[in-house]
């Protein structure tokens, strides 16, 4: 979260102090991590612009648009969503072949046709696709929002299974599609955070292997300080 034009607010990022105490407005524009462009920008004024009580609640689940991470290269994403396509096809595809093998009485069920479930399938992991590139502009853990995401969408997505069990729908049939979106979920989640991992961005790599320390702008200017005078977290000039 940003807060009175400082970069980062928290202490966690392993930043030099000098990133932490220094305001946005005193590092020279070539020095200031990148703030994801005028997409983010906007994303952060309606952030701003929601009550307290519901930012609170986003904070908590990581939605925080404390960016540190760079979104994953184009030819990476590509090669993983082809890979997750083509993994989820191939897994949902042995899954009937064993669930028919084990459970004959499934055999011509109508979701194990290829066309019925390939192109939920398709559909399903192009769109956790698009949305790990922006997960990592709006949380400051990514990955952490992520799997929780990849974990409640599969809970959604039985919620289907369940209805169709209770129209009349044979048990076995509908226990193996479930056990299929179970597995796309790993296959598609693992595929994008290994293939297409995300990078630390330039700015802040910069500053974290200690290559940018003090911008001259700020340099001596303000240090954190602890003594009676002033309290432990108090701000003064050297």
């Not at 990022?13 to 005028?38: D, F, K, N, Q, Y």
């Not at 897994?91 to 939920?120: C, E, M, R």
């Not at 409640?152 to 919620?159: A, K, Q, R, S």
């Not at 910069?206 to 432990?232: D, H, L």
Request: with cysteine; hydrophobic share 45%; aromatic share 8%.
């Amino acid at each position: 979260m940003y807060g009175h034009g400082l970069w980062p607010v928290r202490p966690t990022t392993g930043l030099p102090s000098a990133v932490i105490v220094c305001g946005m407005s005193e590092w020279p524009s070539s020095e200031r991590p990148a703030h994801g462009g005028p997409l983010l920008g906007f994303a952060e004024e309606v952030f701003d612009g929601i009550p307290p009580e519901v930012r609170r609640w986003l904070e908590v689940v990581k939605v925080d648009l404390d960016v540190r991470r760079e979104p994953p290269s184009w030819t990476r994403w590509m090669l993983a969503l082809v890979v997750a396509d083509v993994g989820s096809l191939i897994s949902n595809a042995i899954l009937v072949a064993i669930g028919t093998t084990i459970f004959p009485s499934t055999l011509g069920f109508v979701h194990f046709q290829p066309t019925d479930y390939g192109k939920l399938t398709l559909i399903g992991v192009t769109i956790a696709c698009v949305g790990w590139p922006v997960v990592a502009r709006i949380s400051s853990q990514p990955r952490w929002l992520f799997l929780r995401l990849a974990v409640l969408v599969t809970l959604v997505l039985w919620l289907p299974d369940l209805w169709i069990l209770v129209r009349g729908e044979p048990i076995r049939g509908v226990g193996v599609l479930m056990v299929m979106h179970l597995s796309i979920a790993f296959i598609t989640y693992n595929t994008l955070v290994h293939l297409a991992p995300l990078g630390l961005s330039n700015n802040l790599a910069r500053f974290a292997s200690g290559r940018g320390q003090a911008a001259p702008a700020c340099a001596g200017k303000t240090e954190a300080s602890s003594g009676p005078e002033s309290g432990s977290n108090s701000l003064k000039p050297r």
